[in-house]
C-alpha cells in the first residue's frame, strides 16, 4: 500500500485504506485515500492522485475512482472543525493540473471569489511566446 510503512516512523495510525486504478488514454489515473489519526485524535483525510483530473472522473461517475474521492470529501465535511488537523490533497506524482477542480475542492472553504494563481498559455512556436499572464479564479 502507499503508505504501508508510514505507521512505524510517526506515532499515527491510518484507517479507512482504499486504492483505485482508471484506464484512460493516455495509460491509467491512480488515486489513494486513507484517513491518518493522530495521537491527539484529530485527523487528516489524505488523497493521492497520479494526475489531475477529479471533476472529470466525478461528473462521469466512474464508480471506483468516485467512491473513493467521494470517501475523501465526506471525511473532511464530516470530521467536527476542532478534529480536523488539516487536509492533503498529495498532487506530487501530477504533471499539470485540471483547473476545475480547484473550484471542485476549494470552492466550499471559501465565502467570496479568491484569485489563487496567475497562468498564461503558450501562443506561438518560440520557447519565449506565451500569453500574458491571467488570474485564476475560485468561486464558492
Not at 488514454?25 to 497520479?50: A, F, M, N, T
Not at 467512491?67 to 498529495?90: F, M, S, V
Request: proline share 6%; with cysteine.
Amino acid at each position: 500500500m502507499f503508505l504501508s510503512n508510514i505507521e512505524q516512523h510517526y506515532d499515527i495510525e491510518v484507517h479507512e485504506t482504499a486504492s483505485v486504478e482508471i484506464p484512460v488514454l493516455e495509460g491509467s489515473v491512480i488515486y489513494h485515500y486513507c484517513l491518518i489519526k493522530l495521537p491527539d485524535g484529530r485527523k487528516i483525510p489524505y488523497l493521492w492522485q497520479s494526475m489531475a483530473a477529479l471533476t472529470p472522473i466525478i461528473k462521469a461517475s466512474v464508480s471506483d475512482a468516485s467512491n473513493l474521492i467521494g470517501h475523501w470529501l465526506t471525511a473532511i465535511a464530516e470530521t467536527p472543525r476542532e478534529q480536523l488537523a488539516g487536509i492533503i490533497l498529495d498532487n506530487r506524482a501530477n504533471g499539470g493540473g485540471y483547473q476545475d477542480d480547484m473550484d471542485y475542492l476549494l470552492g466550499s472553504y471559501i465565502d467570496e471569489k479568491t484569485e489563487i494563481f496567475k497562468t498564461r498559455y503558450k501562443e506561438g512556436p518560440g520557447r519565449l511566446e506565451h500569453s500574458a499572464w491571467t488570474p485564476y479564479y475560485i468561486y464558492p
